[in-house]
């Protein structure tokens, strides 16, 4: 059993999490879960690349290690990579410690600040902990130096009666502060049911298309268990979606 479309009430029990983006456009957040994997996960780029799309891919650690090239290719194609765990683990069924361990494992491999727990379960005390971390990445990284750079050129200008008069003082812009950015926990306004092997393709494809909106984060999985439906349902709902005047986004 599960929802095609999120309800309300879920998205008000859980405030803190990410379940669309606004309505006021015409943008939709594609993601994928579970890859990468080799068939699926190259198929699925070269769909989106066809229909000018970019998507999210929340990646399993364990697959990035197994595929690294497929990994690269994601980022290289320009879109949004997202954390799903190192071995795919259920969050209400795995203790606190070892959930922040293995979603930590694969942190060290995607450098992201966007999660999804698998299955969508999550339990209130692991998501205050992924949360509450800052994701440290190669970006924020680069705008550090940047930054610090910056501030070294500054005071080697500045001219040396200022300096002589006040010898203590040190050039500060807070605005100029790089901060690593918070996790978000992102989950979905409409799942595909891909996964779902009693689901006909034709069936899925309504799901989405019936379901969509201005704003939905949109739930597909580049596996094999879901490819049956995935590659008859992706490219006819991206040709439908374009002609609707849909635009396609990465989350982040």
Sequence with gaps: MYFVKTPWWLK????????????????????????????????????????????????????????PAIFLQLKADGHAIGNHTYNHLKGWATADELYIKNFNKCQNLTQTYLFRPPYGRIKRSQIFEIQKSKIKNEESENLKVKSKKSKIKNQNTKND???????????RNPQSEIHNPQS?????????GDFDTALSPQKCLKNVLKHTQNGSIIVFHDSLKAWDRLQYVLPKALDYWKKQGFSFEGLG
């Design 12 to 67: 008000k029990l859980y405030p803190q999490l990410v379940w669309n983006k606004a309505r006021t456009t015409k943008t939709i957040f594609l993601t994928f879960d579970d890859g990468p994997i080799p068939i699926v996960t190259p198929w699925v780029l070269k769909t989106l690349k066809s229909f000018n799309a970019k998507a999210t891919f929340f990646c399993i650690g364990d697959n990035i290690n197994k595929h």
């Design 184 to 192: 978000q926990i992102i989950m979905w306004d409409v799942l595909s």
């Design 161 to 171: 009666k200022s300096q002589i008069a006040n010898p203590q003082s040190q050039i």
